[in-house]
């Protein structure tokens, strides 16, 4: 099986001023190539660790992806670093890159400077793979097999995410024309509402049954619950997810209701994909999640169809003014209740004229009052069949809060929409 | 120096499944401590691989700091690899945390299975350090300098964030007891507005005539802007600071409004520090942005203080219906316009008596229309000195944009609010 390391260059990421997503996609995009990714490294803006680290990694692994240090500033010493350890012997212009720095500058309004112009250059013993989204080129280095003991290639991508990720098609098609490949199937399952050690309980059964070359993984998550992720190295692709298939259609039964998609998605792509083409449409009135849902709503492309809008009632005069919540039930029930909770999506409902809505109410942070402890939060969904309300009830911590807070919210509404849609059906 | 090396164990992290937002965190706690981190490396699930890699690492640094593969669940194997690694004759009960286990699964309505009791077990030779908020121990191992040719140290966390990140505290003082520390002086300067190269071209006089010791780097992140973070390792704390308060003072003309803070923060928190204790309130009306200005805002803790929500308008009935837009301007300018931009600000001032308030209207996914490309957004603010209204122009992704547009919006907001500020002074 061909393996990859991928390594991380930059101060930044050492230091912990910035999270490193690149190498989460990067081995997401090896893995579905078959190429699987045995390391991942980050080290620091240093020209010598940089060339004998990279060394160590083109010999343990047949493939090096590394991110970062090529941006126009004097603290990125990549592009150096990379020409020594190639052996070359001088720079080049990608004259193609060049244009794409100068339409980029361009397109922004901004000068070209002799930094951006720079970037161009690349060491002569690389191959240029071309940066649309950014300034720097991705190099693509091929070193023979009597250099590391096998044929090897190392790919140098620009840090920025975002440009990383558009250029990783031509860095994948590069390495498939060099490297053979392996058939690796994973297989992922969305669930949510049963706590990792809950579930496993619940699945031991299926799960001491599973054939020992299949590999089971819990993933928990407090915004999409737990993943549960079966995988078989090896084998014929085909034969291997009929084999996988099987053992899904033996899960299924002990899930139930907890178990939200077959593959590996979101709450709100679920939700998007039952609403989408129902000509059913949605809103929110959130206090606690101050915005959140909607905000995880709208993240899925086309939600315009179905998602209409939602009212951030974080003041008590705005659930009242806006969402006309009776300013006596507050007080009668308290802000975190499920009567507030019933009355502000039923409020959201009429303002917006949606199908369905869900509403918050909760303490995302250190306080609670009389009533109900930090941490807890009331959800109400409503719709043509009724509103229903839940409380879940949480930690102490206010970011974690929110996001559980808006999960759970989301999930509740889930399961109303595919209770509504299965009635319909009947 | 003392030098440490992060792992975090795990094939969720070299599938990319998910992105490893330990190291991060770790680092910083160290570095705060004056501990260097040389190197952040992930590896997988098995066991021989788990003992190679940290012996390794326990040779080259002097003391690992490793995260995962605690979970309840069979795939979980660190337990048992770093029993072998440390030499472990057997395991033995923590007592306390086995208390812990109980509460934290009682609280939270759960039972306790043999699976979440098994976690209380942990190699007879590390020492237990408390996890308060899950149910695996922290383990430390110490090992005498014949091991390793050093002294050495290797702490195991959990997996999950939120319990690594509330273990540290007592991994640090652990830490702090067995080796020495090295004043390492970071400070961070906020900027927005400026794209890196630009920003680098503008203060270059400057950079170029830093002393040698002091490293500059520049960290452009689409949410917070470009981040500047000036360095010196060794020397006295309080020297090296004063150093860097006098280079930061030469900097300060370059930057202008650009610079939005002294120290490492984001918009939304400086925003709420302009607003908390004046009296003055804030509220958000947002198109294309979905809830995510409200959500970043609220993500502070006390923002219910001078935060009084939001009017998410994803559909033009809301805007018209809830805001108060006349149709016949949208009809007229478009629904991406400086004049629905500022009748939005304007409207939800309206609905929530708000002093301050910022609203958006963009494309922000691949589509525009035909005033007005995708990847455009109007941003409007209105408070007592009148409305004012900008465009912003940025690429073709739709999760990106939506930030981008979020930070665009907050920014004008921070620079009208400091506008006020200044002149309330006066």
């Given at each position: 099986m061909t393996?990859?390391?991928?390594?991380t260059?930059?101060?930044?990421?050492?230091i912990g001023?910035i999270?490193d997503t690149?190498?989460s996609?990067?081995?997401?995009a090896l893995g579905d190539?078959?190429?699987q990714?045995?390391r991942m490294?980050?080290l620091?803006?240093?020209?010598?660790q940089i060339i004998s680290l990279?060394?160590k990694?083109?010999?343990?692994?047949?493939?090096?992806v590394?991110?970062?240090?090529?941006?126009p500033?004097?603290d990125?010493i990549?592009k150096d670093?990379?020409?020594e350890l190639?052996g070359?012997?001088?720079?080049?212009k990608?004259e193609e890159q060049?244009?794409i720095?100068r339409?980029?500058?361009?397109a922004r309004?901004l000068d070209v400077?002799?930094?951006?112009l720079?970037q161009a250059?690349v060491?002569?013993s690389?191959?240029?793979i071309?940066?649309?989204?950014?300034?720097?080129?991705v190099?693509?280095?091929?070193?023979p097999?009597e250099?590391?003991?096998h044929?090897?290639a190392?790919y140098?991508?620009p840090?920025?995410p975002f440009?990383?990720?558009a250029?990783?098609?031509?860095?994948l098609?590069?390495i498939?024309?060099?490297f053979?490949t392996t058939d690796?199937?994973?297989r992922t399952?969305?669930?949510?509402g049963?706590a990792?050690?809950?579930?496993s309980a619940?699945?031991?059964?299926?799960?001491?049954a599973?054939?020992s070359?299949m590999h089971l993984?819990?993933?928990?998550?407090?915004?999409?619950?737990?993943r549960l992720?079966?995988?078989?190295?090896g084998g014929?692709?085909a034969e291997?997810?009929?084999?996988i298939?099987?053992?899904?259609?033996?899960?299924k039964?002990?899930?139930g209701?907890?178990?939200?998609?077959l593959?590996d998605?979101?709450l709100?792509?679920?939700?998007?994909?039952?609403?989408r083409g129902s000509g059913k449409?949605?809103?929110?009135?959130?206090?606690?999640?101050?915005?959140m849902?909607a905000?995880l709503?709208t993240?899925i492309?086309?939600s315009?169809e179905?998602?209409?809008?939602?009212?951030v009632s974080?003041?008590?005069?705005?659930?009242c003014?806006v969402?006309g919540?009776?300013?006596?039930?507050?007080?009668?029930?308290?802000?975190?209740?499920s009567d507030?909770?019933?009355?502000?999506?039923?409020?959201?409902?009429?303002?917006?004229g949606s199908t369905?809505s869900v509403?918050t109410?909760?303490w995302?942070?250190?306080y609670?009052?009389e009533r109900e402890?930090?941490?807890t939060v009331?959800?109400?969904?409503?719709?043509p069949?009724?509103t229903?309300?839940?409380?879940?009830?949480?930690?102490?911590?206010?970011?974690?809060?929110?996001?559980?807070?808006?999960?759970?919210?989301?999930?509740?509404?889930r399961?109303?929409?595919?209770?509504d849609?299965r009635?319909?059906?009947q």
């Amino acid at each position: 099986m061909t393996k990859a390391s991928i390594c991380t260059i930059g101060d930044e990421i050492l230091i912990g001023q910035i999270v490193d997503t690149n190498s989460s996609r990067i081995s997401r995009a090896l893995g579905d190539r078959g190429i699987q990714t045995v390391r991942m490294v980050s080290l620091p803006d240093d020209r010598q660790q940089i060339i004998s680290l990279l060394s160590k990694e083109l010999t343990d692994s047949d493939i090096v992806v590394c991110t970062g240090g090529l941006g126009p500033t004097k603290d990125d010493i990549t592009k150096d670093a990379l020409a020594e350890l190639s052996g070359s012997r001088g720079y080049v212009k990608s004259e193609e890159q060049e244009v794409i720095i100068r339409e980029f500058l361009h397109a922004r309004g901004l000068d070209v400077l002799p930094a951006n112009l720079q970037q161009a250059m690349v060491p002569d013993s690389c191959k240029v793979i071309l940066n649309r989204r950014g300034t720097a080129p991705v190099m693509a280095f091929h070193f023979p097999a009597e250099r590391f003991g096998h044929p090897a290639a190392l790919y140098s991508l620009p840090g920025v995410p975002f440009e990383a990720e558009a250029a990783l098609p031509d860095v994948l098609e590069d390495i498939c024309a060099h490297f053979p490949t392996t058939d690796i199937c994973h297989r992922t399952l969305m669930t949510y509402g049963l706590a990792e050690s809950a579930l496993s309980a619940l699945i031991a059964p299926w799960e001491d049954a599973l054939p020992s070359d299949m590999h089971l993984a819990y993933l928990p998550n407090p915004t999409t619950g737990v993943r549960l992720r079966l995988s078989i190295y090896g084998g014929k692709a085909a034969e291997q997810e009929k084999r996988i298939e099987e053992q899904i259609e033996l899960l299924k039964p002990y899930l139930g209701d907890n178990l939200y998609a077959l593959s590996d998605t979101t709450l709100e792509a679920v939700i998007g994909d039952l609403l989408r083409g129902s000509g059913k449409t949605l809103s929110t009135a959130e206090s606690c999640t101050g915005g959140m849902i909607a905000h995880l709503l709208t993240t899925i492309s086309g939600s315009s169809e179905y998602f209409l809008g939602s009212v951030v009632s974080y003041a008590p005069s705005v659930k009242c003014k806006v969402l006309g919540v009776n300013p006596a039930t507050i007080e009668s029930k308290g802000i975190v209740s499920s009567d507030v909770a019933a009355a502000m999506a039923e409020g959201v409902r009429r303002v917006t004229g949606s199908t369905y809505s869900v509403a918050t109410t909760g303490w995302a942070d250190t306080y609670g009052d009389e009533r109900e402890p930090a941490g807890t939060v009331w959800v109400g969904v409503s719709g043509p069949s009724g509103t229903v309300t839940k409380r879940f009830c949480y930690h102490n911590d206010r970011k974690r809060n929110i996001e559980r807070f808006a999960a759970s919210a989301l999930d509740l509404l889930r399961r109303y929409i595919e209770r509504d849609c299965r009635s319909g059906r009947q």
